[in-house]
């Protein structure tokens, strides 16, 4: 068992570095901010966080689905999974499981050996109570301000691959004067952050990748859970509505918004537990990481990746056939491109809750395009996914918008 996996990850290198070759570099940035609720960020004056969210995907109508404390919290975006199974319930970080569901970076550098990741916060359990994280370097400052100090630092190292930035401030305003929009010590901070991520943008973009389009940044940006009164870790609205954004050429330019007292709708919205597998889908070019079963991922991805083409790492030796949807996004008129399948194949579009819409067997020979006219189906995300005679599988998502 060892040697197959270690044969997988072997495939998966070879093949991160062959579709990787001709593709700038790809880069995460992820500025976690402690504390903000949905509502806040919505009336407060935010300006700079207005504009990059509507230049990517991004929704106000997230739904925290698990417990809403931090260490909790944080776990699930970082790991991929929910606190059944990272373990970790309380602030104490104690009886975590980070072995079987470490951080999403120790995943990456399974492939990409070689990335260089670091985390500055300002909150010491984050820092010294999490292991099998990844981490090249684990940054411990002690404000908000001395973050962004610590992240212009970062941003000039050539070699950085992933930065994660903690934000904690609001979180500390609203359990020291209330977590309201009523409340002007709180609202103000949500204000102060807003400058925050604009510095902290303003050194991603001074690089000089950034400037010749040598490198491909993905920028991830969500809270841990709202607040009511002075705390939180309840269930109310107020605790569990939250938001979720993501701005890159991997994923699509759109706001999702859905009705969160409907709990049949509550994940056809990004999810906390969505960060780490979207990070990993950009980060890891042919892999993708819903597939990889060794993983056991809860999250799912939001890239919307021509590049992606392969579907779990233990089968890249034997893969025959890639598949291509285009347009995307598109109306409901699109194209399934398979390149290289000869026989039998079924091709199916399912929602995001897996409901299959619909079905079509075909006989393909070397490159055959399958035609979709589904203009009826409501806006939101899909899957297209084609399945051959030896039940190999390629899945691909789509924007109908």
């Known amino acids: 068992m060892k040697t197959l996996k270690l044969l997988s990850l072997l495939y998966a290198f070879l093949a991160f570095i062959q579709l990787n070759a001709q593709t700038p570099e790809r880069k995460v940035l992820f500025i976690g901010i402690d504390g903000v609720r949905s509502d806040a960020l919505q009336q407060g004056r935010t300006p700079n966080l207005d504009t990059l969210f509507r230049s990517g995907l991004y929704t106000y109508t997230s739904w925290h689905l698990g417990i809403t404390v931090s260490g909790p919290s944080w776990s699930t975006m970082l790991t991929g999974v929910w606190e059944n199974k990272h373990g ?7 009886n975590s499981n980070y072995n079987d569901y470490p951080y999403f970076i120790t995943r990456v550098k399974e492939i990409r ?10 909150w010491g359990p ?21 973050v962004v100090a610590a992240a212009q630092i970062q941003l000039l190292d050539p070699d950085l691959d992933v930065l994660f930035t903690h934000i904690d401030d609001v979180d500390a305003a609203g359990h020291g004067n209330g977590f309201s929009t009523i409340i002007p010590a709180y609202m103000n901070q949500v204000q102060t952050v807003d400058g925050q991520v604009r ?4 050194y991603l973009r001074a690089r000089p990748g950034y400037i010749n389009g040598t490198e491909d940044w993905l920028i991830l940006l969500t809270t841990d859970h709202g607040g009511i009164g002075f705390g939180h870790g309840g269930n109310t609205t107020q605790e ?9 050429s991997t994923v699509p330019t759109q706001q999702i918004s859905v009705n969160i007292s409907n709990p049949n709708e509550w994940l056809n919205a990004p999810v906390l537990a969505d960060i780490a597998v979207t990070a990993l889908d950009h980060l890891l070019i042919g892999v993708d990481p819903e597939a990889q079963v ?13 590049l992606d083409t392969v579907t779990n790492v233990s089968n890249l030796g034997a893969q025959m056939y890639n598949i291509r949807v285009f347009p995307n996004p598109s109306k409901g008129s699109f194209k399934v491109l398979i390149d290289n399948a000869e026989g039998k194949i079924i091709c199916s579009i399912t929602d995001i809750t897996g409901r299959e819409i619909i079905s079509k067997e075909v006989s393909v020979n070397a490159n055959s395009f399958i ?6 189906l409501p ?3 899909y899957f297209v996914k084609v399945t051959d005679e030896q039940n190999k599988s390629q899945t691909q998502k789509i924007i109908i918008n």
């Open 88 to 94: 970790v319930t309380n602030n104490n970080y104690t």
């Open 294 to 306: 060794d993983w056991d991922l809860d999250g799912k991805s939001w890239c919307i990746d021509p």
């Open 240 to 248: 569990k509505e939250i938001w979720w954004a993501a701005i890159g």
């Open 113 to 122: 050996p070689t990335l260089k990741a670091v985390q500055i916060t300002s």
């Open 371 to 376: 035609d979709f006219e589904e203009t009826q």
């Open 379 to 381: 806006k939101g995300i």
């Open 199 to 202: 510095q902290i943008l303003s």
């Open 126 to 146: 984050m820092s010294a109570l999490v292991y099998n994280d990844g981490w090249d370097s684990k940054i411990l400052v002690n404000t908000d301000a001395d």
